[in-house]
Structure formats: structure tokens, C-alpha cells
């Protein structure tokens, strides 16, 4: 097991006051908290916080942790002393519960894992399962076209010795049509068994980034690269959609940066999204003389001053 | 109930689309005692149907609304109005971020 320096992770020196460990957390958890931070580990950080939080904050609970000792360093191999907390009396009390409750092996091994139960605040009289809440990544083309995942859920479960372990679930979820970034499925009764109805399972989805497509609510939007000749003079083109290939008229005189809109071709739904072509024109290289005699001749016989609006 | 292994689909719907909650129901989701999801409606963070407390119908997105406006609460320690303001910004800059995306910025 790794030994946790909670105050380095708090960020604040082993002699910190109550009030500097306080306000430390106040602005790292502003910092790390999963629904606020765009932090790429954002809800690692925020658990270890709440972790180092939930000791710090609590003169019983710091004081043992102190007592291990300042030799220790993060990372560290670590186990607990044979007489550890001994002569600790915890009142218990204070603990956040929620979504702080999974913590560490190593804050369980200090503290115990029942500490986690008190003060979550649930209502007692429910005989229903818990719900589970969990995300999912799938591609554009799940939702468009309805698909069938397969997830791997890791649920902790407590084994015959009473040792907390983590079992991955497997589950297989048809991903319903049409289905946007940020909604959630429900699957009733896949949460944990209750006394009696067994509770639900929640999950978020979330699209992968796909190499076409960027995605707004039920919208499409795609970058779609014309030649000079084809935006000036107007052609038909072969665009993808998720639907499959389409052919797209590009209006004679279209300029870069111009945006068509396909009705109805963006993410199924009622109504659907619509999937808007962007365009880019492409410029052929210089790279042969016949191509630069074709700039030159354009040079030589074209009177156009893109900066003319610039007055140069 | 078994859930070791694999089974078969299950009967699945989008939550926002396609479910209607009842404070009993929103209560046990969100694990919080039904006082606290009245103060969520008085501070305007859900908006059920109906006057009385004993027929709100809340739609499916109330579910994630609440969750995270408790959460924001509890890890924050701030109190209800200041995590409404707090979710209500946090959804604007969603939108904006989502926007930036789809124009190709980053």
C-alpha cells in the first residue's frame, strides 16, 4: 500500500493551521472539482483532496495521521504500526459521504472503512437499492445508428473475508437512436440490489472526438475542402454523412468559410439535426511550371486585390 | 439478482427525453431527503409541473440538475443560491464551449 502525504497534497506545510488547511481546500477544490474543472484528471485529484480534506480537518483524525511520522514520503511503501490507533477514540462524526466516500486502501487501513458510512445523509426509510451513476464513450455513429455496447463496470463488492474488492460487470446496452452527448440512459433495476426494488443504473454519454464531425447538440458541423474552380464556378461533390455519401451542390461564387446546411442529416431525433458543410478552399501547389504558369496567367489577367477593403 | 456476467439488453431510454420523475423518485436518485429537493424547486433550480408537492412531475434532465447542484453545495460548502448560480454558469459556459467546438476552435 502507498503511503499518502496529505499535506502535500493539501498543499500546505505540517504545521499548517486549521484555518490555512481550510482555505487551501477551498481554492484546490475549486480547482479539481469534476463538475467546475476541465483538468484532465480533474476527479482523481478532487477524490485524493477529499481524502487529505477529510483528515486534515479533523484535529482527532490529523493527530494520529501525524503520528506516523514526517519520514514518510508520497508513494512510499507503507503499513500501518501494530499499534496503531491505539489511544485514538474517532467520534465519527463529519464524514462527507457521497461521492468522498470511496477513498484510499491506505485512509482505510488508518481509519476503516465503516468510518465512510456515517453522515451521508440518506433518507433511512428507503428499502431500494442505491443507483449507480457512470459514463460511457461511444462514436457518433452508435447514436446515429443504434448499437449495441458492451461495458465494463468496476463495482466494488465486499468478498467472504469482509475485504473490500473491485469486480468488473459486464454489461451489453443497446445505445438508443439518437442519443446526444450529456443524456443519460437509465437501466432500472441494474443498481444495487436493495431490500426490495433493486436501484438503477445511470449512465452518461459522452461521444469520442471523431476525425469528421464536430458536434453540437443534435448538429453536425464538417470542413469540407473545395478547389478554387469548384467553389468559383459551382459543382456537384461527394460529402459524407453519417447517412452514407451524399452529393452537394456548391453554389457558383462561393466563397471560403461559406456554410450549407443539410436538413435532416445530422443526429436522428424529432426533429433531426442538421449536418452543416463548411468550405474550405483547398489551393492546388505550385509544385510543377504548368502550375505556375496557371498562377502567373490568373496574376496577369485577373483584377482582383483581395485587400482592397483594407484601402492598400 | 445475478449481474455477474453477461446478459442480454436490456429495455433502456434516454432519461432526458423519455422519463417523468416524482419527488420520490428524484429523492432516491439523488440519495436526498425530499426537504431538500423543495428548496431546489423554491431557489428555481427544478421546475416540476404541477402546484402541489405530492403531484410535481419533474422531467429527466432534474435528475442530473439536482445531483449536481448538492454536489456543488456539499463540496463547496456554499449554500443553495450560490450553487444555483454556480450550475447555472457552469451550463452557459457548457454551451459555449460546445459552440466553440462546432466553429473549429478549441
Redo the contacts between chains.
Keep these: 500500500m502507498e503511503f499518502k502525504d496529505y499535506y502535500k497534497i493539501m498543499g500546505v506545510a505540517r504545521d499548517a493551521t486549521q484555518d490555512e488547511i481550510k482555505r487551501s481546500y477551498r481554492k484546490l477544490a475549486r480547482k479539481f472539482h469534476p463538475d467546475v474543472s476541465k483538468e484532465p484528471n480533474a476527479e482523481a485529484r478532487f477524490k485524493e483532496l477529499g481524502e487529505a480534506y477529510e483528515v486534515l480537518k479533523d484535529a482527532e483524525k490529523r493527530a494520529a495521521y501525524d503520528q506516523l511520522g514526517a519520514n514518510y514520503k508520497g508513494g512510499q511503501e507503507f503499513r500501518p504500526p501494530p499499534d496503531w490507533n491505539a489511544g485514538f477514540e474517532y467520534s465519527g462524526g463529519g464524514s462527507r459521504g457521497g461521492d468522498g466516500a470511496d477513498f484510499s486502501d491506505f485512509f482505510a487501513s488508518l481509519f476503516g472503512r465503516d468510518f465512510r458510512a456515517g453522515g451521508a445523509g440518506r433518507t433511512p426509510s428507503q428499502k431500494k437499492g442505491e443507483d449507480h451513476h457512470a459514463k460511457v464513450l461511444i462514436d457518433l455513429e452508435d447514436s446515429y445508428a443504434g448499437a449495441t455496447r458492451t461495458i465494463t463496470l468496476r463495482v466494488p463488492a465486499v468478498d467472504a473475508q469482509g475485504h473490500v474488492v473491485t469486480k468488473d460487470r459486464v454489461l451489453n446496452v443497446a445505445i438508443p437512436k439518437g442519443i446526444r452527448a450529456g443524456q443519460h440512459i437509465r437501466l432500472s433495476g441494474q443498481g444495487s440490489a436493495g431490500e426490495g426494488k433493486a436501484g438503477d443504473l445511470y449512465l452518461e454519454i459522452e461521444f469520442r472526438p471523431h476525425p469528421l464531425y464536430r458536434i453540437d447538440g443534435r448538429d453536425l458541423y464538417l470542413d469540407l475542402p473545395v478547389t478554387p474552380w469548384e467553389a468559383a464556378l459551382g459543382a456537384t461533390v461527394k460529402v459524407p454523412t453519417p447517412g452514407g455519401i451524399i452529393e452537394l451542390k456548391i453554389p457558383e461564387g462561393s466563397s471560403s468559410g461559406r456554410k450549407l446546411r443539410l436538413k435532416g442529416r445530422g443526429i436522428t431525433g424529432d426533429p433531426p439535426g442538421d449536418c452543416y458543410v463548411i468550405l474550405t478552399i483547398a489551393l492546388p501547389p505550385a509544385d510543377t511550371e504548368t502550375a505556375k504558369d496557371l498562377y502567373r496567367k490568373m496574376a496577369q489577367e485577373l483584377k482582383f486585390n483581395p485587400r482592397a477593403g483594407m484601402g492598400v | ?1 445475478n ?15 423519455q ?1 417523468q420523475l416524482t419527488l420520490d423518485d428524484l ?3 439523488c ?4 426537504q431538500r429537493i423543495i428548496e431546489l424547486v423554491d431557489i428555481g433550480v427544478l421546475e416540476p409541473q404541477n402546484r402541489e408537492p405530492a403531484e410535481w412531475v419533474f422531467d ?1 434532465s432534474s ?2 440538475r439536482a ?2 447542484a448538492i ?2 453545495q ?4 456554499i449554500d443553495l443560491a450560490g450553487a444555483a448560480l ?1 450550475l447555472e454558469l ?1 451550463d452557459e459556459i ?1 454551451s459555449l464551449r ?2 466553440l ?4 476552435g478549441e
Design positions: 439478482m449481474t455477474e456476467n453477461k446478459q442480454p439488453r436490456f429495455a433502456i431510454c434516454i432519461l432526458e427525453e422519463t429523492c432516491h436518485a440519495a436526498i431527503d425530499t429527466g435528475l442530473q445531483r449536481k454536489k456543488l456539499r463540496d463547496f460548502d454556480a457552469l457548457e460546445t459552440r467546438r462546432a466553429m473549429g
